[in-house]
């Protein structure tokens, strides 16, 4: 079956950095868009970043353009957050859904991550 398993998540200072990670096995189909979601309590399940199956290109939120990096190596998404604020504190999800990356809904993907906190102290 699919399985996408995130890491990386942690407790970091404003301003900091930190990088989460997901693996995804189980895919039996191609290409595939990976994207980079985040919920915080009481609010919904947002768009972060997504990029392509080769790769070459990503998408960003405008909360984290500039600040976050999106990239992929196979079957493996990474997100690396610099410059982190107290409001990028949530559950970070990687997500897989079909081509093209051009999608921020996550009724577009379909296949999600157990989640991995991150926190940000101001």
Known sequence: QVQLVESGG???????SLRVSCVASG???????????????????EFVASISWSGS????????????????DK??????????????????????GPSPAQRVSPSQYSYWGQGTQVTVSS
């Open 10 to 16: 942690g407790l970091v200072q404003a301003g900091g």
């Open 27 to 45: 895919l039996t189909f191609s290409p595939y868009t990976m994207g980079w979601f985040r919920q915080a309590p009481g609010k919904e399940r």
């Open 57 to 72: 290109t990503s998408y960003y939120s405008d909360s984290v353009k500039g600040r976050f990096t999106v990239s992929r």
């Open 75 to 96: 079957n493996a998404v990474y997100l690396q957050m610099n410059s982190l604020k107290a409001e990028d504190t949530a559950v970070y999800y990687c997500a897989v």
